[in-house]
C-alpha cells in the first residue's frame, strides 16, 4: 500500500501494490429506528456528493477507536432526531462498495424509543420523515429513497422481525 494520494477530512484515496486505488473512509453505525407505530424514522440530509440534494438516509455516524458500536447507534440518534434506544439489536454489517471503499457499516435496530436530544456535530439541520417500515419499497419506486446502505438495512430490520414474529 503507498501513501495517500488524497488525505480530507472524511476519506483518503490511496493505491494498493498494483497500482491501482481505493477509498478508505472510516466504519460506521447505521440506526433503523422504529417507533411503536411500526414507523421508521428516516433523516433528510444534503448530500455533497449531488450538489446538496436532499437525501433520505438512515442516522448513524462515523465509529469511535474506544466506543461500542451500539453506545455509538444510541449517541447517534440522539443527536441526530432526539430519540435513545431502550433496545439495540445487531442486524448485520454491510460493505457499501467492498471492491473499491474500506468503510463497513454495522446496523442496528433501535426500538423503545424515548425523547434524548444530544447536541450533534453537523453544520445544518437535520429533517425527519416518519415511513411504515413494511412500505418502504413505496419511497423506492417514487425516486425519493436511493440510498443503497439505507435499503439494504431496512430489509434486514424488515427480515430480523419477520423471524421473530414467527
Not at 30 to 43: F, K, M, S
Not at 49 to 57: C, N, R, S, T, Y
Not at 83 to 96: S, V
Not at 112 to 140: C, K, M, Q, T, W
Amino acid at each position: 500500500m503507498s501513501a495517500p494520494i488524497y488525505q480530507g477530512e472524511y476519506f483518503s484515496i490511496l493505491t494498493d501494490a498494483d497500482g491501482i486505488e481505493f477509498v478508505r473512509s472510516g466504519d460506521e453505525v447505521l440506526v433503523v429506528p422504529l417507533t411503536a407505530q411500526g414507523e421508521v424514522v428516516l433523516t433528510i440530509e444534503p448530500a455533497p456528493a449531488f450538489d446538496g440534494e436532499q437525501v433520505l438516509v438512515l442516522p448513524g455516524g462515523e465509529t469511535e477507536p474506544d466506543e461500542p458500536h451500539a453506545e455509538t447507534a444510541n449517541r447517534e440518534l440522539q443527536e441526530e432526531i432526539g430519540f435513545k434506544a431502550g433496545r439495540l439489536d445487531f442486524l448485520g454489517e454491510l460493505r457499501p462498495f467492498a471492491k473499491y471503499l474500506t468503510v463497513r457499516s454495522f446496523v442496528y435496530l433501535a426500538r423503545d424509543l424515548s425523547a434524548g436530544r444530544l447536541a450533534g456535530d453537523e453544520n445544518y439541520e437535520i429533517g425527519v420523515e416518519h415511513v411504515p417500515l413494511f412500505d418502504f419499497e413505496s419511497l423506492i419506486i417514487a425516486g425519493r429513497l436511493r440510498d443503497a446502505r439505507t435499503i439494504a438495512a431496512l430489509y434486514l430490520a424488515r427480515s430480523f422481525l419477520s423471524r421473530q414474529s414467527e
